[in-house]
Each structure stands twice: as C-alpha cells, then as structure tokens.
C-alpha cells in the first residue's frame, strides 16, 4: 500500500510504524463516553495512544478493518526505540494541538491528554516483528505511562522478553482448520504455545476472542481448553462490520452484544470463570478468575 493511502485514512505514520487517534480519544476530548479499556481498567482515552512500531502482518484475518490487504514489508533498518518513543510522543501532541481550537472540546481533559499516561501497542500489524520491542515498552514503562501490548501471538520467543503492563493475546479460532479459514495463517502451534506460557508471564495476561457469526461463534468449551494457562483476564467481543472487512464479511456477520453476553456466560462457566462487566456500546464482556485488581488507576 502507498503511505500516503494510510496518511489518508488518518495514519500518521512515524519511524517504520504509525500512530492514529482513535474514535474514543476524539469522544473523550468531547467530554462524551470513553471506551471499553476505561470501563475495565481505568484507561482514560484522551490519555492514551494508539501506536505500532511496524506496519508488517503476517496474517490476514476475515475481521480485520485495517488496511492490510496490501502487504507491508518489513524495513531493512529499523528506528531505536528511545527515537520511535520521542516520535510517537511529539506526532500525539501535534494531532492534539488541533483541538484548542474546538468550541466543543473539554478544556481539562485537553489539557490532561497533553501528559499521556498509557500507549496501546495495537494499531494495525503485528508489533512482535519489531526487533526491539522489548526496549520500546522499557522505555514506556518508564516514562511512567502503561503499556498494553496486543499480538496474535505467532511470536512466542517475542513475548517470553517483553513485559508490557498487560499483554494481550487475540485468537480467534477454537481450532486450527477454523483458525486457517478465519486468518489465512499456518502458525497454529506457535499460537498454542504462546497460550501456554501465559501462567509464566510476568505481566497481566489477557486473550482477546473476536465472534464472528457463522465463521467462529461455536463450541466455548473448545475455546476454554485453549485456555488452560489461565489468563487474568479474557475479553469476548464482537466482530464490527468496518472498514476493510466489509469486502470480506456481510453486515450479518456482526454478533448482537446480546449473543457475545450469551457466548461469554457459556465460556465462563467452562473456564471457572466470572463475567463481570461489560459494555453493550462495543459488545464486549470481561470474565476474570479474580487473581488481580482489573482497575490500573486503583493499583
């Protein structure tokens, strides 16, 4: 894909990565509703940014509304991470600096966002091909903001060296014939392992499970074996029909938040779980197994 096609779209692109602002931080901004991070972890959206230090996947998943059709290669030389950090930090307050001038922005929250407290390595690509990922989350860990770090966890060598505040693991998949078909990969195993040394991790460990009806919605005892390392946290959410997905996938494809709520409570109980919150806006749920205080702004 042409840079300037991502720059179109709202990507800014910094180093070999990008950071975008989301719709949530612009909703904040507004003093409106926040998203589903805040209402599970305290995240505060207009304090957050939304990164990548590569554009590079190696998957192609059915779902995914980010313009990844086109492959990105990866570079022959790469940003350090002190350098890339800087970047990210000085294009956010430059994005920013745009909504002093808006009559309907909240002053204070303004204000706030100009002093970020978390970084979300999950904007588009898969962050572990970035050969110094573990320096990037150092050097945010301390500045004293949160990280949260989201891979589809074909990596696992990767994550056995990082330690962001909470890593995210996606699968969307209770097998791998449905793995194959939902994100054109061959890295079943390599996912499992990753799986499996969640319990090992020294950071908060989340798996992520994205429905899909009709393609993945099916079999939560499946899903609950994957599981058996026993992640903090699981996130249950529905495929949203944005984007470039919606060359891929009908409108039909969307679960209702009232089918994610039912699916969850089925994995829930599978898992020994406890579904504890939700947020029907982005038909999310959240089960815990009560090991660790969810709320990041309570610690």
Known sequence: MDPAALERQGYHLVGEGAVKPCLWLKRSLRGREQCYKHHFYGIESHRCVQMTPVLHCNH???????????SFPLPERWTEPEDLLDLVLREQRRILSGYWGSDVVDRARLQDASTPKHVAISLMGEPTFYPHLRGLIKAINE????SFLVTNGTNPDVLKDVDPTQLYISINAPDEDTYRRVS????????LESLAMMRDLRCRTVVRITLIRGVNMFNPDAYARLLDAEPDFVEVKAYMHLGRSRYRLSRDAMPSHEEVVSFASALAES?????????????????????????????
Do not use: F
């Not at 500045?143 to 949160?146: A, D, K, L």
């Not at 054109?184 to 996912?191: A, H, K, L, Q, V």
């Open 184 to 191: 054109g990969g061959r890295d079943w195993n390599r996912i």
């Open 60 to 70: 192609l998943c059915l779902h995914c509304w980010r313009p990844v059709d086109d």
């Open 271 to 299: 898992m020994g779980y406890t579904l504890e919150d939700q947020v029907s806006l982005s038909r999310v749920a959240l089960l815990t197994r009560g090991n660790v205080q969810r709320k990041l702004d309570k610690l």
């Open 143 to 146: 500045r004293g903001m949160t």
